[in-house]
Nanobody
Framework: QVQLGESGGGSVQAGGSLRLSCAAS????????MAWFRRAPGKEREFVAG????????SYADSVKGRFTISRDNAKKIMYLEMNSLEPDDTGVYYC??????????????????WGQGTQVTVSS
């Protein structure tokens, strides 16, 4: 059973920083790619950033480029999302997801099979 668990959410003021973590229960090399998505209040879940586990290829949503950094620690089986210069529009529940399809770093929810429970991020102005 694949399990993903997020941590690191919280409340910060605009301009602040947070680091989210996603721990994977299974051997990460089984996942070709992992990603962070978020759901803002009243909106659809959207792609934030993704990374391929082996090569570390990354992809970012335009709205977070230059502010967020995705990374992974192979030994610890953890994926991170470093979020800087946070804005109120970054508020939402952040989810980590895993995909086992080789050759794809997807940016759609349907590309991912396994999901964590989510962690709340609140940015106040």
């Amino acid at each position: 059973q694949v399990q993903l668990g997020e941590s690191g959410g919280g409340s910060v003021q605009a301009g602040g920083s947070l680091r989210l973590s996603c721990a994977a229960s299974a051997r990460p090399f089984l996942y070709y790619a992992m990603a962070w998505f978020r759901r803002a209040p009243g909106k659809e879940r959207e792609f934030v950033a993704g990374i391929t586990w082996t090569r570390g290829t990354t992809s970012y949503a335009d709205s977070v480029k230059g502010r967020f950094t995705i990374s992974r620690d192979n030994a610890k089986k953890i994926m991170y999302l470093e979020m800087n210069s946070l804005e109120p529009d970054d508020t939402g529940v952040y989810y980590c997801a895993a995909d086992m399809t080789a050759g794809r770093l997807g940016e759609f929810s349907g590309d991912y099979t396994y999901w964590g429970q989510g962690t709340q991020v609140t940015v106040s102005s």
